[in-house]
């Protein structure tokens, strides 16, 4: 069974997301031109016939790779391969594969066109769709970056059998979140099923893995630059990338759980958020596996916090969690966010 989202761009044309058995589709997906893959070492290995018929660049793996030193390699081996603006740009592998692949792509002579194979639970959930591409720069997350969607993304959910358990929980987290924005039916699949019960019936993955991407799909439509609604996606991620920033020992997907507990619990405490469903919001994370305290320092995670994108000199927006399935964005000064932490 195979589900088409599309995903308006602000041209009016569409991005299509294409969910299900479909990776042998790819190539009638892509444009009749020259493609180029950028890919990594893991992947290739996996998928080296189907990656190896095209010509590719492989890069590192691992957040420490989502640098401007990789885009600089990328760009002297498109460069050393002639590529031009004719040419096609394929991504074929996780969130970090993806939003390089997208960074290269919409800055390499001002822009070629390009699409994803997203081989991760949460690239095909999160960091594939929508076309947010960047880089990180000293430490601080997607620093760097580009609004621009691909013209495809390829989530091929059989592609997931392979992935270790903790890259599974991590993908898992991406999906919570967007049942908590606006979805919560979505929200208790979780509640109600288990990562075994995910990993093993290829249904519930499959309608899971579709209704997370329809809650993206839906928001980026409406608001592609992120100057309203869109933020909303950011939940759990404000406290996320600082957790990010001040350690290495959590998982993208990992650190925005625990930001999702972070925000439940302080949206009780701004009178936002029942008790019971800050309880629903925390169990659901710990039920799937995922931590939900990153033992660091408050201060710490704060102090990295004022180094955010999303602030400005003495406020920053946090996502803050109404109930589930609705979500405000406030306006939160780092005085008052000291407070309430405290």
Do not use: W
Not at 126 to 141: I, L, P
Not at 179 to 200: N, S, W
Not at 228 to 233: E, I, P, W
Not at 262 to 291: F, N, W
Request: with cysteine; aromatic share 6%; hydrophobic share 45%.
């Amino acid at each position: 069974m195979k589900e088409i989202i599309e995903v308006r761009r602000s041209d009016g044309s569409f991005s299509q997301v294409v969910v299900g058995d479909v990776l042998g589709e790819l190539r009638t997906m892509l444009p009749d031109r020259r493609v180029i893959v950028i890919t990594d070492a893991n992947v290739h290995r996996r998928y080296m016939n189907l990656i190896n018929s095209f010509e590719h660049i492989i890069i590192g793996m691992g957040e420490t790779n989502k640098t401007l030193l990789t885009m600089d390699k990328i760009y002297h081996e498109l460069i050393a391969m002639n590529v031009d603006r004719e040419c096609f740009i394929l991504g074929f592998g996780g969130g970090i594969v993806t939003d390089v692949t997208g960074f290269a792509a919409s800055t390499y002579m001002r822009g070629l066109r390009f699409g994803f194979v997203a081989s991760t639970l949460l690239a095909q959930v999160d960091a594939s769709v929508g076309g947010k591409n960047g880089v990180n720069v000293e430490g601080y997350k997607n620093m760097v970056g580009t609004f621009n969607q691909p013209d495809f993304v390829l989530c091929d959910t059989s592609l997931l059998a392979t992935l270790p358990d903790r890259e599974f929980r991590a993908g898992m987290a991406e999906m919570i979140k967007a049942g908590v924005i606006a979805d919560p039916a979505l929200f208790a699949l979780f509640e109600q099923h288990t990562m075994e019960e995910f990993r093993t019936d290829a249904a519930l993955l499959a309608q899971a893995v579709t209704a997370a991407i329809r809650v993206k799909a839906a928001i980026v439509a409406a608001d592609e630059r992120e100057h309203g609604d869109r933020r909303k996606l950011n939940l759990g991620h404000t406290f996320a990338h600082a957790i990010e920033k001040s350690s290495s020992s959590f998982l993208h997907g990992e650190a925005v759980g625990i930001g999702l507990c972070m925000m439940a619990d302080l949206a009780v405490k701004l009178g936002a958020l029942s008790e019971a469903e800050s309880h629903r919001i925390v169990s659901t994370v710990e039920k799937a596996g995922l931590p939900c305290d990153s033992g660091l320092d408050t201060k710490r995670l704060l102090k990295a916090l004022r180094l955010d994108k999303k602030r400005d000199t003495e406020s920053i927006n946090l996502v803050v969690p109404t109930r589930i399935g609705a979500c405000e964005i406030r306006r939160m000064t780092f005085e008052a966010l000291d407070v309430a932490m405290a």
